[in-house]
């Protein structure tokens, strides 16, 4: 884990936000502020590496498009989609980043980041995802062909028609994802994967765990019976069997297979408590809001079934919550 380090990132910039311990900024030395500022590199953290962060964000919610417009132009972005009431986060990611676009969908109850300049996305987001891979099998086969892409149209190498030719045949490719395809992170690991548990918290950073559970994870309070109310954990994916068995070995959890997708998910009060303990103080998003009743009504769960019910409506309510576009106005 990066515990206590300064993070210098390759062409980000961060504006952090307060109330978040695991982001907030500390002194450094006045030679190395003036060097970071003047290179517009610098990231502070204790805990949370942006880069590994924004990763496992865009391996949940992420998109690398490309297609050709009506003037029958190669157009590329980067895009993160999120409902409206997680705007902020996206607001996160382009302090960050220093680029890129936030929209504010009202109609579709959407928040979309998008980097469309061609020069930018291999400038500022293809040295993140090189150098931090992708580890769902769908996401690091989608990036992998948008990069041969975007690189293929600045080749100069090439001619226009050759460019067009090699960028079409890499989009017939985009929506057919092999089924035995996987991230080649996953090369250093055999199919046992509980031997490989070094090796695995070595590809599952905290840091793009943190972010694939703001994209993915769910923190909640179910029935149990019905006069017993419990507080659980949750991450579902489909056909990701390798990378949920990998996030399971990690949290300390099991893999539930089902017809359509894969499940892990608890209401064991130790692994609640680990799980708690392990995202504190951790997050960006309105997950993080989520979290933190979540975690807070747990150390209070002996109040009983009436506390933890008005707990359950209030994060229903929370998730419930839509911004409109002056939200903008307000960030």
Do not use: C
């Not at 998109?63 to 989609?81: A, C, D, E, L, P």
């Not at 055999?190 to 905290?206: D, R, S, V, W």
């Not at 995202?279 to 809001?289: H, P, Y």
């Not at 933890?308 to 409506?313: H, Y």
């Amino acid at each position: 884990m990066e515990m206590n380090t300064y993070l210098k990132i390759n062409s980000v910039k961060m504006s952090l936000t307060r109330g978040q311990s695991a982001w907030n900024t500390k002194k450094i030395s006045s030679e190395t502020q003036r060097s970071a500022f003047s290179s517009k590199r610098l990231l502070l953290a204790d805990s949370i590496n942006f880069n590994n962060w924004l990763v496992g964000i865009a391996d949940g919610d992420g998109t690398f498009r490309f297609g050709t417009t009506k003037k029958n132009v190669w157009s590329f972005s980067f895009q993160i989609n999120q409902s409206s009431a997680n705007a902020q986060l996206l607001y996160f990611i382009k302090s960050a980043l220093g680029v890129g676009q936030v929209t504010i969908d009202e109609k579709n109850e959407r928040a979309i980041y998008r980097l469309r300049k061609k020069d930018l996305i291999i400038s500022q987001v293809l040295p993140i995802f090189d150098t931090h891979p992708l580890l769902t099998k769908n996401k690091h086969f989608k990036y992998s062909l948008f990069r041969q892409a975007i690189l293929t149209s600045i080749d100069p190498s090439l001619s226009a028609q050759e460019k067009t030719q090699q960028i079409s045949n890499l989009d017939l490719q985009y929506l057919n994802v092999p089924k035995d395809y996987l991230s080649p992170v996953w090369s250093k690991v055999g199919p046992n994967l509980p031997e490989f548990k070094a090796e695995i918290t070595q590809i599952i950073h905290k840091s793009w765990l943190v972010g694939f559970t703001e994209a993915e994870g769910s923190f909640y309070i179910v029935r149990k019976s019905k006069t017993q109310l419990v507080h659980a954990f949750e991450i579902t994916q489909k056909d990701e069997t390798v990378l949920m068995r990998g996030i399971a070995l990690v949290l300390g959890l099991k893999v539930i297979d089902k017809r359509t997708h894969s499940t892990i998910i608890t209401t064991k009060q130790e692994r609640i408590q680990f799980i708690s303990d392990f995202f504190f103080k951790t997050m960006k998003g309105t997950k993080s809001l989520e979290y933190r009743i979540w975690a807070r009504s747990f150390t209070k769960r002996s109040r009983g079934f009436d506390y933890l019910f008005d707990i359950r409506e209030k994060m229903r309510k929370i998730r419930s919550i839509r911004l409109g576009k002056n939200f903008k106005k307000m960030s």
